[in-house]
């Protein structure tokens, strides 16, 4: 049962960073376009963060609704945040690299 609770916490998750990835696309008038543009990846990274971030605010919340899966959402949650600050580290000392080689 916790890894049905695992793959929904993960597609809420999934689904609302995509909807909010086009909201702050056409809000902020972002071009996504063009060759090793960085701009989806941060700013998808920076909609699931927010996804993440609200989630365990929610779950925290509702610590006694969620009853014995409140550790297992919360647990995913945390991992679900992190991924993405990762992924933006990777990526920007990816950028600092490719800009310190390129004379």
């Known amino acids: 049962?916790?890894?049905?609770?695992?793959?929904?916490?993960?597609?809420?998750?999934?689904?609302?960073?995509?909807?909010?990835?086009?909201?702050?696309?056409?809000?902020f008038g972002l071009d996504t376009g063009g060759f090793l543009d960085f701009t989806p990846i941060f700013v998808a990274c920076g909609s699931w963060m927010i996804v993440s971030l609200s989630g365990l605010v929610l779950s925290?919340?509702?610590?006694?609704s969620l009853q014995q899966y409140y550790r297992t959402v919360w647990i995913t949650e945390g991992?679900?945040?992190?991924?993405?600050?990762?992924?933006?580290?990777?990526?920007?000392?990816?950028?600092?690299?490719?800009?310190?080689?390129n004379h």
């Open 79 to 101: 991992i679900a945040l992190a991924l993405p600050l990762l992924a933006m580290i990777v990526v920007t000392a990816l950028l600092f690299v490719s800009k310190g080689t």
């Open 60 to 64: 925290y919340f509702a610590r006694t």
């Open 1 to 27: 049962m916790k890894i049905l609770v695992i793959l929904f916490v993960l597609f809420i998750n999934l689904s609302l960073s995509s909807l909010l990835y086009g909201v702050i696309t056409e809000v």
